[in-house]
T-cell receptor
Framework: QKEVEQDPGPLSVPEGAIVSLNCTYSNSAFQYFMWYRQYSRKGPELLMYTYSSGNKEDGRFTAQVDKSSKYISLFIRDSQPSDSATYLCAMSIDYGGSQGNLIFGKGTKLSVKP | DGGITQSPKYLFRKEGQNVTLSCEQNLNHDAMYWYRQDPGQGLRLIYYSQIVNDFQKGDIAEGYSVSREKKESFPLTVTSAQKNPTAFYLC????????????FGEGSWLTVV
């Protein structure tokens, strides 16, 4: 069983739809959870950062962490064509992954059609 | 502006050659990282460094070497021993204190010809 599982997609939705992206994980020691957005041929950019369980909202983006189910989600409301990208989940045991143990999902490719 | 600068953006290497990818950051971050990204494989850690003159192997260090002589610089050398070097290479850094996380450069594409 891989440490972090993420459906690679591709996921195609119409503009304005609510998008749900998910990752599951097996290591219960993970405490820090991140979502990155990566446009084609670019470096990933940090979207959301959460610690432990709960929800965090930033504009159209909401991150949820359910540690009991080992499941994290990213919701995008009112999706726009500019949201078309690959979304990577990442998680670590310590803060920020500074010990080199940041584990990434393989990414979900999202396409938002006008 | 503060950030992480990788160069070159695109690089072609002949088989048997060593090449060095540059990574510079002006964020005053302590820790720096190199990741490799292949299609459908996600990001894999090559090397990381938490402090000047010290670095640790990641999951796929074979065929790579690094140095950390200055806080702001963490170059990666892809040696001829790396059997499949064609990939997208990402440099990243973090302050490492609570509440911070890893930020990435724009990446370097290496192709073996």
């Amino acid at each position: 069983q891989k440490e972090v599982e993420q459906d690679p997609g591709p996921l195609s939705v119409p503009e304005g739809a609510i998008v749900s992206l998910n990752c599951t994980y097996s290591n219960s020691a993970f405490q820090y959870f991140m979502w990155y957005r990566q446009y084609s041929r670019k470096g990933p950019e940090l979207l959301m950062y959460t610690y432990s369980s709960g929800n965090k909202e930033d504009g159209r983006f909401t991150a949820q962490v359910d540690k009991s189910s080992k499941y994290i989600s990213l919701f995008i409301r009112d999706s726009q064509p500019s949201d078309s990208a690959t979304y990577l989940c990442a998680m670590s045991i310590d803060y920020g992954g500074s010990q080199g143990n940041l584990i990434f999902g393989k990414g979900t490719k999202l396409s938002v059609k006008p | 502006d503060g950030g992480i600068t990788q160069s070159p953006k695109y690089l072609f290497r002949k088989e048997g050659q060593n090449v060095t990818l540059s990574c510079e950051q002006n964020l005053n971050h302590d820790a720096m990282y190199w990741y490799r990204q292949d299609p459908g494989q996600g990001l894999r850690l090559i090397y990381y460094s938490q402090i000047v003159n010290d670095f640790q192997k990641g999951d796929i260090a074979e065929g790579y070497s690094v140095s950390r002589e200055k806080k702001e610089s963490f170059p990666l050398t892809v040696t001829s021993a790396q059997k499949n070097p064609t990939a997208f290479y990402l440099c990243a850094s973090t302050q490492g204190s609570r509440g911070n996380t890893i930020y990435f450069g724009e990446g370097s594409w290496l192709t073996v010809v």
